[in-house]
């Protein structure tokens, strides 16, 4: 088993629908979790970052984390045509593993 | 706030020919400095992390090296590019205020 997993996509959405955007990890030590967007040719930026189970909120992003079921969750709400990009998410370990990334298309 | 500077944007080289990747950071000192490559599909894959000048770690057996020259000056360098090196490669630092990273833009690096 992978030690972080998540659905490659290719996602598709209408604009203004509600995007889901998920990993799995199996590292039950992990307690810092990360989400990085990365546009076309460019380098990941990180959109939100959480600490151990919960949820945070950044406009129209909600981070939301499941520490018994090892289980993080994206959503994006009034999803924009500039939402699209691929979705990374991350923990904390020796060092950061990344899952292999989620392409999101929002189609105006 | 950081900043990376990474060089060149694309690169096609032979198979056999050296290789030299140059990465500064602006707005910090200090800083932990990571190479990743980023396959199709494949997600990112640590390659070399350096907590300090001269101080190296290896996360897997390659064909590649790297060296911290300067506290913020990362390289990144082959001898003998192969085939399987093309790919495509970035910069990081971390942030410790937030416990993340900031990525250079990336180099996307093509063997032919």
């Known amino acids: 088993q992978k030690e972080v997993e998540q659905d490659p996509g290719p996602l598709s959405v209408p604009e203004g629908a509600i995007v889901s955007l998920n990993c799995t990890y199996s590292?039950?030590?992990?307690?810092?979790f990360m989400w990085y967007r990365q546009y076309s040719r460019k380098g990941p930026e990180l959109l939100m970052y959480?600490?151990?189970?919960g949820n945070k909120e950044d406009g129209r992003f909600t981070a939301q984390v499941d520490k018994s079921s090892k289980y993080i969750s994206l959503f994006i709400r009034d999803s924009q045509p500039s939402d699209s990009a691929t979705y990374l998410c991350a923990m904390d370990g020796q060092n950061f593993v990344f899952g292999p990334g989620t392409r999101l298309s929002v189609l105006p | 706030s950081q900043t990376i500077h990474q060089w060149p944007a694309t690169l096609v080289q032979p198979v056999g020919s050296p290789l030299s990747l140059e990465c500064t950071v602006e707005g910090t000192s200090n800083p932990n400095l990571y190479w990743y490559r980023q396959a199709a599909g494949r997600g990112l894959q640590l390659l070399f992390y350096s907590v300090g000048i001269g101080q190296i770690s290896s996360e897997v057996p390659q064909n590649l090296s790297a060296s911290r020259p300067q506290d913020r000056q990362f390289i990144l360098s082959s001898k003998k590019l192969l085939l399987s090196d093309s790919g495509f490669y970035l910069c990081?630092?971390?942030?410790?205020?937030?416990?993340?990273?900031?990525f250079g833009s990336g180099t996307r690096l093509t063997v032919v």
């Open positions: 590292n039950s030590a992990f307690q810092y």
């Open positions: 959480t600490y151990s189970s």
């Open positions: 990081a630092s971390l942030h410790r205020a937030n416990y993340g990273y900031t």
